[in-house]
């Protein structure tokens, strides 16, 4: 009976639902994030628990984060208190530093295409309690979050997560794998926050909208781009040239130059 209702589930568009059911990319997921008991491990849109079975299974117990209240019904009737602690909302809305307060989290999840990078920004705010994260996202947006300076998919989403974290991709998962199947490749990504004291100290609203507006129109040299903020002689005495484009500036670059904004701007 549980199996009819799982079944009888259609896959919610405006919630970016794509469920993964192919045996060989869970066992393969399950592997590279290692979960253990004891652990705080949140996951985000288990969805059919495909993964949360297998978390369970190794942990013991997994915390998961579900906005479809249909599926939030059907996990009730999989798994006992003891093993799953659901919480009914938006990942997007929720106060992540009030989720297991006292516990470092290790938060997983296959990330709805639609809200992800406002998600990961999201998470951010709570990256002083997280051991590690470990999402699959759309491929595209996974090759952004690693890219390196000089790349064409360095921007705005490569610089901010990669001031906070450690990132790496670490493989890619076909369309077949998912049901319904989306028409882009997934990615899986590790994010492992940087620890605040290796951190460049940085107001990083500023830093944000230093990286937006470099990134704003690729085309524009930091010249034009920062004229707002800098002029070519400022840049060049933090060592940026002002003729350079945004996409050739390295993190540590950026994190200068919102360390030395002129009072002016």
Known sequence: MKQEWLEGHHARKRF?????????????IVRSIDPHPGEAIVEIGPGQAAL?????????????????????????????????TLIEADALKLDWN???????????????????????????????????QHFM???????????????KTYGRLSVML?????????????PGAFVPAPKVTSSIVRMRPRPREELAPVDVETLGQI?????????????????AWFTAEELAALDVRPEARAETLPVEAFVRLA??????A
């Open 16 to 28: 970016g639902q794509n469920f993964l059911h192919d045996r060989h990319w869970i066992d393969r």
């Open 162 to 174: 990669q001031y906070r974290y450690s990132m790496q991709k670490l493989f890619d998962v076909p």
């Open 211 to 227: 990286v937006t507006a470099a990134f704003g129109q690729r085309r524009k040299t930091l010249r034009n781009a920062l004229s």
């Open 98 to 132: 009030a989720v297991l307060p006292e516990k470092s989290l290790r938060i997983i999840g296959n990330l709805p295409y639609n809200i992800s990078s406002p998600l990961l920004f999201k998470l951010a705010e709570a990256a002083d309690r997280v051991v590690d």
């Open 137 to 151: 996202l759309q491929k595209e947006v996974v090759d952004r979050m690693v890219a390196a300076p000089g790349s």
């Open 52 to 84: 949360t079975r297998e978390i369970i299974a190794l942990a013991g117990h997994e915390t998961a984060v579900e906005i479809d209240r249909d599926l939030a019904a059907f996990l009730r009737t999989q798994f006992e208190e003891s093993e799953l």
């Open 259 to 264: 360390q030395n904004v002129p009072e002016r």
